[in-house]
């Protein structure tokens, strides 16, 4: 019922927000532009700027690919996002998003060593995005997709790699699955088992969710079954997008057609990537030393306390519970390996060596509460660097 009074409300002030520590860490962004070389006198000036900057100019425009070596493009990425999809948050728009695309950039440099610039565009439609991103990518040298809901997240992506010649990554899907993979890995090595070994159900079809189903197959997983809101995806469900098309083709062997706790029933893994919940009674039915990954945040799909009561390992997305499955364990040292060796793209093997690599950091210390190591684990981002790094050289993709 409408009344015809306008409701307002009033703002709260800044310094009231300021009493909160999170608005006075973030009060004035929490980013800056620093200079690399120091403007003293007119010599100085004349060779950063105008005449000297000339020469360099006109040295790019005979050749391109010197944009590479004489400006900063080569470890500049740009973080991108509508704001459709951030966080728990949901579609709050670009300016609600730019904290976290400021955060995103923040995280690059601190664990990556890579400078990147926090983008957030006014429009949503697909083609709008794509031609955004494309005008954009020549100041450049990777495109980090950010929180763009899912399934135009897919499409977006897709295109933007087929037109791009750089770096073109959605964190949201292939951040988490590079963690995903090589927390698996090692918790099955924990049980004494193989990816090969196991059957998986996968709680989500958005974009963390296809994701970590395609490299769990590309990995080896044994069979993998996929659930969105109405039940188990499988070839021949009536009312699929082409991205739950292709997975049914691709995934579900046994054929599961019911909910995600009925094929829980004698499962190795859960993986939980929708925000939904998940009984006990329907973890108690998993498979002896089963695997369970609760990755919603911030309320997990099961408590881990409650998890952990029939589990072997438990992992979440959370930084207060052990084997915290967080992307920036991935992005920054993927983006730091595909920039230092100028690469075209991101391959999937560049992905899976990635995983390989986090997995290897943890090796013979390997525990059920240490699958995956920590974020400030100084070893994290050359380990995933290195290996990135390799296998671009090995696919081809590398031009350095």
């Not at 962004?29 to 006109?58: F, H, M, Q, W």
């Not at 995600?260 to 990537?273: H, I, Q, W």
């Amino acid at each position: 019922m409408t009344t015809g009074v306008a409701v307002t409300t009033t703002p709260a002030s800044v310094e009231s927000l300021d009493l909160d520590p999170a608005f006075a860490l973030h009060r004035g962004g929490k980013l800056e532009v620093r200079s690399t070389i120091p403007v003293r006198n007119a010599d100085d000036l004349s060779l950063a700027y105008t005449p000297g900057v000339a020469r360099v100019c006109t040295a790019i425009a005979d050749t391109p690919s010197l944009v590479n070596d004489y400006t900063w493009v080569s470890n500049v990425v740009a973080v991108v996002s509508d704001g459709t999809a951030v966080l728990g948050l949901g579609d709050i728009g670009p300016a609600a998003a730019m904290p976290v695309m400021e955060g995103k950039a923040l995280l690059f440099k601190e664990f990556g060593g890579v400078d990147a610039v926090p983008i957030c565009l006014d429009c949503t439609d697909v083609d709008a995005l794509v031609e955004t991103v494309v005008r954009l990518a020549p100041s450049f040298g990777g495109i980090n997709l950010e929180d763009i809901s899912a399934p135009r997240c897919f499409e977006v992506e897709d295109r933007l790699r087929d037109l791009l010649d750089i770096p073109v990554f959605h964190d949201d899907q292939h951040g988490t699955a590079i963690v995903a993979l090589a927390a698996l890995t090692n918790a099955a090595r924990l049980t004494g088992r193989s990816l090969g070994d196991l059957r998986a159900v996968v709680a989500g079809a958005g974009a963390s969710g296809v994701a970590v189903t395609r490299i769990l197959l590309e990995g080896g997983i044994g069979d993998i079954a996929v659930a969105d809101s109405k039940g188990m995806i499988y070839d021949g469900r009536e009312g699929l997008n082409p991205v739950k098309q292709a997975l049914a083709r691709d995934t579900n062997k046994a054929g599961h057609k019911g909910s995600t706790e009925e094929a829980l029933a004698g499962a190795d893994v859960f993986l939980g990537l929708s925000g939904s919940t998940v009984s006990e009674a329907a973890i108690a039915s998993m498979a002896a030393d089963s695997i369970v990954f609760a990755l919603s945040n911030p309320t997990p799909e099961v408590h881990p306390e409650v998890a952990a009561k029939y589990a072997k390992v438990v992992a979440t997305g959370r930084s207060d519970f052990p084997n915290q499955i967080n992307n920036v364990l991935a992005f920054p040292g993927v983006f730091r390996g595909a920039l230092d060796v100028r690469a075209t793209t991101i391959t999937e093997n560049m992905k899976v060596a990635a995983a390989v690599a986090l997995a290897d950091v943890v090796g013979a210390d390997v525990r059920a509460d240490y699958v995956i190591p920590s974020p400030f684990d100084a070893r994290v981002a050359p380990a995933v660097t290195a290996a990135v790094a390799a296998q671009a050289r090995a696919d081809g993709v590398a031009r350095l």
